[in-house]
């Protein structure tokens, strides 16, 4: 089963320690679980993560009715591990991905929440896939600055395939596809409230918020992959 394989690479706390080396670090929601079904390519990027978080109530649910105890780690608390962390030691950081407006929202905010952390960025085209000019321009912008952390807004698995086909070019140390925690943080998409989010319920919330784009992610995707662990505990389907 597609939650077997990636087992060992979940982060099974609420607490963040990764050492300081090179790491691909992605995240795993219901979504993503079933693209990664039927793309090969993907479910590549995602078994070479060096650390995969459970991005989703679903991917927590579906753990436990295997009997494996996990706790939800959204983008966002990877985020702000990975900026708490270089304001300590003076890091910096490269935000790859989104439009320049959005890079200038999130630059300008944490220029004030983190005022030691040094921030470089990049809006690479707009392209559902690069070519090798447009993947060569990201790579030399990015081993300009060699960043401590990489932080890769493209959504899934855009972001995923390019973080894994392109690790081994780039000279930095975690490289985090964080996604929607670009527009969250730039404020030019709303995170629902923590109350939701603490009763697993931020799924239900951006659901409220963007139901034309989200339906299928949240009414879809959640049901197969609870759907996919129940048969296997059952021993009806091993995928």
């Not at 983190?114 to 896939?129: E, G």
Request: aromatic content about 10%.
């Amino acid at each position: 089963m597609l939650l077997n394989n990636l087992e060992n690479l979940i982060v099974a706390n609420k607490t963040l320690d990764l050492p300081n080396e090179k790491l691909l670090i992605t995240t795993l929601n219901a979504h993503s679980y079933n693209v990664a079904k039927s793309d090969a390519s993907f479910l590549k990027a995602l078994q070479s993560s060096d650390v995969l978080l459970a991005d989703g109530i679903g991917v927590v649910l579906a753990y436990r009715l295997l009997g494996k105890s996990v706790q939800k780690m959204a983008g966002t608390d990877l985020f702000y591990y990975e900026m708490n962390r270089l304001q300590a030691i003076k890091g910096t950081c490269f935000f790859l991905g989104s439009s320049n407006e959005t890079l200038a929202k999130i630059k300008s905010r944490a220029t004030i929440e983190f005022p030691d952390v040094k921030i470089h960025q990049y809006s690479p085209p707009f392209s559902t896939k690069f070519s090798d000019a447009d993947n060569l321009q990201m790579i030399e912008a990015i081993n300009l600055v060699q960043p401590d952390v990489l932080f890769v807004g493209m959504t899934a698995p855009k972001q995923e395939k390019w973080a894994y086909s392109t690790k081994n070019q780039l000279y930095v140390g975690h490289i985090c596809c964080i996604g929607a925690v670009f527009d969250f943080y730039a404020g030019t998409i709303n995170r629902p409230p923590q109350w939701m989010i603490n009763l697993g319920m931020e799924w239900l919330g951006r659901l409220i918020s963007e139901p034309k784009r989200l339906w299928k992610r949240y009414l879809i995707s959640s049901p197969i992959i609870i759907k996919d662990a129940l048969l296997h505990k059952w021993g009806i389907n091993h995928i």
